[in-house]
């Protein structure tokens, strides 16, 4: 399937008016200066407006236990991209993630999960073991600037839409490696993308200005448009927000206002006692909520499976949590 990526790496100079003053920038130690112009980006073909997952299917009833591993990768020869990945593995469901674990038997769609400012794959294992051990591979990259341990830069994040696809790109040939323990265990034209914070950004982007037309749903976690925009392209690829509305770092109206502009199948899971995303990094009620409703989400655009849509607003309204704007 042919698909659209960002232009070369982008300058912190080009990015900075894109994101000066903004929440996001708010996540780091420091704010960049604001240069003479922002940057011009890709202008994104006219997004189709109506549309569903073309799949019709069920998703797997069983849970998995799960597998981790990590791909050692390079972008431009420079630009290092470890990639953790979780997924389906053999044996029995339950317990911490096993290491380099055989895979279970099947073909299973593939999520690319993009971590926010400060932050690592790890820390979302609580929510993405959950989602590998429903049925999908989950490969979260560790970007070179954003990540913790990292220089800090918030303005290499438009940077990273052009990663999360040349780690989707490397992702995917291990379907067809030989001797790869996944060889033969993707679902390769069953593709999603989610993100928290500047992983959010990451993954708007990846429907906007960097859009990749392999990618079939998308998941935003406290996200906004800072640098990506909202000119949402490409074939129809239902999304599905979360966000809290005590978000102390990214506005829960601007997390809205991203969600509002998205011409394609949607919902908006609110929680309105939420913060910025804490609930995402360990077990408890609202991690449970936000785990279930997206578990089915993900069923339903990668599967092809509309008992799991028909779940959703069940799923969403358990323990008074969160409400849920359904425009699936």
Not at 9 to 33: H, I, M
Not at 158 to 187: E, K
Not at 255 to 265: F, H, Q, R
Request: aromatic letters at 6%.
């Amino acid at each position: 399937m042919s698909r659209r990526l960002t232009p070369a790496l982008l300058t912190p100079a080009l990015l900075a008016g894109a994101l000066v003053a903004a929440g996001l920038a708010g996540c780091s130690s420091e704010r960049p200066a604001a240069p003479a112009a922002p940057p011009t980006l890709a202008t994104p073909t006219p997004p189709a407006t109506t549309g569903a997952p073309a799949l019709a299917g069920s998703a797997p009833e069983r849970s998995f236990a799960v597998g981790v591993r990590q791909l050692g990768l390079t972008r431009d020869g420079s630009r290092k991209l470890p990639v953790t990945v979780w997924y389906p593995a053999a044996g029995t469901a339950g317990g911490a993630a096993r290491q380099s674990a055989d895979a279970a038997d099947g073909k299973f769609p593939v999520v690319m999960f993009s971590h926010g400012l400060g932050g690592r794959p790890a820390d979302y294992a609580p929510l993405l073991t959950r989602w590998a051990a429903a049925g999908f591979v989950v490969a979260a990259p560790t970007f070179p600037h954003t990540a913790r341990g990292g220089d800090g830069n918030v303005l290499d994040v438009l940077n990273q839409p052009a990663d999360v696809s040349y780690a989707l790109d490397a992702v995917l040939r291990l379907d067809a490696t030989a001797g790869d323990p996944l060889r033969g265990r993707l679902a390769t034209e069953r593709v999603a993308a989610a993100g928290h914070s500047a992983g959010g950004v990451t993954t708007i982007g990846l429907f906007t200005a960097g859009r990749d037309e392999r990618l079939d749903a998308g998941v935003v976690f406290a996200g906004t448009a800072l640098g990506v925009g909202t000119a949402f392209a490409g074939a129809a690829a239902p999304q599905l927000f979360v966000h809290g509305e005590a978000d102390e770092v990214v506005e829960y109206a601007a997390g809205k206002a991203v969600y509002d502009k998205v011409p394609w199948p949607k919902a908006l899971l609110s929680l309105p006692k939420g913060d910025h995303g804490r609930a995402l990094l360990s077990d408890g009620a609202s991690l449970r909520v936000v785990s279930d409703t997206t578990v089915e989400f993900l069923r339903w655009t990668l599967y092809g499976d509309e008992a799991a849509k028909r779940r959703i607003p069940a799923d969403a309204a358990r323990g008074d949590i969160a409400t849920l704007d359904n425009r699936l």
